[in-house]
């Protein structure tokens, strides 16, 4: 298995967090700056329903090596995940 192609998508129904192995640099600054989602120790390590969406986006905001990214699931052109809940 080549780690270096993993991909994962996490989504709390609202944005959906897209994690590319290959780029992490495991600076820890997700893990530093919200806790409740970033949990390197637990599988699945991303849980986006533990804390809000702008919070989950500021943080991947702060993500030095571009692993982290984004996009909302509403936004056009972009595929709908599991509707959960919304808001
Ligand atoms: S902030 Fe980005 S580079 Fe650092 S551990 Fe999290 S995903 Fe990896």
Redesign the pocket.
């Known amino acids: 298995m080549d780690k270096k192609n993993i991909i994962k998508e996490y989504t709390n129904g609202e944005v959906t967090i897209v ?1 590319q192995a290959a780029k ?8 530093k700056n919200n806790p409740d989602v ?1 949990q390197p120790k637990t599988r699945p390590w991303i849980k986006p329903e533990a804390s809000s969406t702008e919070k989950i986006i500021s943080t991947i905001n ?4 571009g ?2 990214t984004y996009y909302m699931n509403d936004a056009e052109g972009k595929k709908h995940e599991s509707k959960l809940k919304m808001g």
């Open positions: 994690w992490c640099i495991h600076s820890a600054n997700c893990v970033f702060t993500c030095p090596s692993a982290l």
